[in-house]
């Protein structure tokens, strides 16, 4: 059955440094999010890609954010400038509409920052 | 900003109990998606619900898209231990927008 994968399952970084977070969509889906969750929290949008632009983000998505998808597979999610507070885990969701068809979602990579 | 409160936050049953929650919003939503997540993993989609007052079966599992389209319920009949975990609903607003906004979660535990 087709899924979304992530990678790396894990992440460590230091405050202050950069990290790219991957995804690989399911193959025939259109739509890409990022979500992230911190721990023991809900689960927070962060931000849609359509058509390679950013379709919707939320106030969360501010400039230290972005998104990308370099070649025909890849999705990516950069933090410039890595906080405590970005601590969670981040879920990467594709779906073959948008919000007209059901999400599935990636098994999320575990960013800590130190 | 768009809220989806879920009740209760918690819940402890026995094995073989019928269970139920809900998720409730002060706006309208247009989908409503239920999943599952276990600790450390990603959420997984239990169900789908497209149109107001729309019912819908995965097995065990029965959700309902409520008629004012601002709450969605699901059920899950005869627990099993392996329902444990945390259910999630998910709701897409007006048209217009593509994200989902998650709820605060139900914590099921299933006492064998």
């Known amino acids: 059955e087709p899924e979304v994968t992530q990678t790396p399952s894990h992440q460590v970084t230091q405050m202050g440094q950069e990290v790219i977070l991957r995804c690989v969509p399911i193959?025939?889906?259109?739509?890409f999010y990022w979500y992230r969750q911190i721990l023991g929290q809900k689960v927070e949008f962060l931000v849609s890609?359509?058509?390679?632009?950013?379709?919707?983000k939320s106030e969360i998505f501010d400039d230290q954010f972005s998104v990308e998808r370099p070649d025909g597979s890849n999705f990516t999610l950069k933090i410039r400038s890595t906080k405590l507070e970005d601590s969670a885990m981040y879920f990467c969701?594709?779906?073959?509409?948008?919000?007209?068809?059901?999400?599935?979602f990636g098994q999320g990579t575990r960013l800590t920052v130190v | 900003g768009q809220q989806l409160n879920q009740s209760p936050q918690s819940m402890f049953i026995q094995e073989g109990e019928d269970v139920s929650m809900n998720c409730t919003s002060s706006?309208?939503?247009?989908?409503w998606l239920w999943y599952k997540q276990d600790p450390g993993e990603g959420p997984v989609l239990l169900i789908a619900?497209?149109?107001?007052?729309e019912l819908t079966s995965n097995g065990r599992l029965t959700a309902q898209f409520g008629i004012t389209r601002k709450d969605s319920f699901l059920n899950i009949s005869a627990s099993i231990p392996s329902d444990v975990g945390i259910y999630f609903c998910?709701?897409?607003?007006?048209?217009?927008?593509?994200?989902?906004?998650f709820g605060t979660g139900t914590r099921l535990k299933v006492l064998a």
């Open positions: 969701a594709s779906s073959t509409q948008g919000g007209v068809t059901e999400a599935f």
């Open positions: 619900l497209y149109k107001a007052g």
């Open positions: 890609f359509y058509n390679n632009e950013i379709s919707e």
């Open positions: 998910a709701g897409r607003g007006a048209s217009g927008t593509y994200k989902y906004i």
């Open positions: 706006s309208i939503f247009n989908t």
């Open positions: 193959s025939n889906h259109l739509y």
